[in-house]
């Protein structure tokens, strides 16, 4: 992997503001289909591997997760029909409302636990939250993995804990899509987990409508349950 940073920017926008801004990012895409890869890894233990694939077109959105490399769980939608599937309970849930369902959610912001961090991957992107509020302290541009990407710092000390977040979010340049992030995450001055994220095979274009479609293996040989599931 290659860095080079280059150019300091001035008046960076705060924490909050970032996350406004990636979510609407997010929220507005119609042409992006593309995969989060995330590691988690502890000082002492094992590190665990997530992937999150997203596909958002004009028509619907589709979001599939692996634990390693099972998937776990997918769910997609249109504005007429949701569908979730549970692949570790061989389960899924389908709701048919004709013009009724929204693509996307109102914006709120992501909350945090007291004194704790907070993080989800799923079609509004990659958003973070943690207690306290993280605050701004770095803001330059570069290039990693040749692309060029605008690079912000956000740090939150603990007075309570000691303990420190640290989260470096890495923007393809001119947008707010999320191209790699780094969490860092501290107590007593000692890094106890490690939390990576990157994304891979992104692409843009028109989003086939068959790619919200309910697949026939499920529909053919899982258990359907009362409607439900989320995001």
Known sequence: ????????????????????NKFEAFAQATQFQGTYQVVATPTEGTAVRQDV?????????????????RLIYESAWTKD????????????????????????EPYRALAAPANNLNFIVNDLGPRFAADPMP???GDTTGTV????????TAVSNNTVTGGQVRLVQHFDAGTWFLR??????????????TITGFLRDDRRGPV???????PSEVSQKYRRVQTGGSR
């Open 1 to 20: 992997m290659t860095w080079a940073l280059l150019t300091v920017l001035a008046a960076p926008p705060d924490f909050a503001t970032i996350e406004r």
């Open 180 to 193: 790699r992030f780094e969490i860092t995450v501290s107590a007593a001055g000692k890094v106890s987990a």
């Open 135 to 137: 605050v701004v302290q």
């Open 53 to 69: 694939e997203l596909a958002l077109g004009e028509a619907g959105r589709k979001i599939r997760v692996f634990l390693g490399q």
């Open 81 to 104: 029909r949701k569908w979730v599937a549970d692949h570790q309970r061989q389960a899924y849930t389908l709701l048919d409302a004709p013009g009724q369902i929204p693509l996307t």
């Open 208 to 214: 086939a409508f068959g790619t919200f479609q309910l």
């Open 145 to 152: 993995d040749g692309k060029r990407v605008r690079s912000i």
